[in-house]
């Protein structure tokens, strides 16, 4: 089992950046695929980004990519979402989640979530 917990989230204007993290607990950490989802008031809970358990492989949502990058530290147990040209349509909340698996954007195929973190971006 893991326990995750997110930090970074905050105010931000548009154009601006952020850096996400996400602490794990547990010395299994690096056998998790990690994933970061967001969740905008009564929409669904969307995909972000992707990482496999070695770092080696990241997959991304069409409306971040080429502006989020996600990484890992499996040293310091840590997942990582830098956030760069923020708009205000990024503005959710973000969720870090782990799962025992390959890559994939579902939220159902994740096994454990943290507690999320608010980023709101201003226009």
């Known amino acids: 089992q893991v326990q995750l917990v997110e930090s970074g989230g905050g105010l931000v204007q548009a154009g601006g950046s952020l850096r996400l993290s996400c602490a794990a607990s547990?010395?299994?950490?690096?056998?998790?695929?990690m994933g970061w989802f967001r969740q905008a008031p009564g929409k669904e809970r969307e995909f972000v980004a992707a990482i496999s358990w070695s770092g080696g492989s990241t997959y991304y949502a069409d409306s971040v990519k080429g502006r989020f990058t996600i990484s890992r530290d499996n040293a310091k147990n840590t997942v990582y979402l830098q956030m760069n040209s923020l708009k205000p349509e990024d503005t959710a909340v973000y969720y870090c989640a782990a799962r025992l698996g390959s890559l994939d954007y579902g939220p159902y195929k994740y096994h454990f979530w943290g507690q999320g973190t608010q980023v709101t971006v201003s226009s």
């Open positions: 547990g010395r299994t950490f690096s056998s998790y695929t």
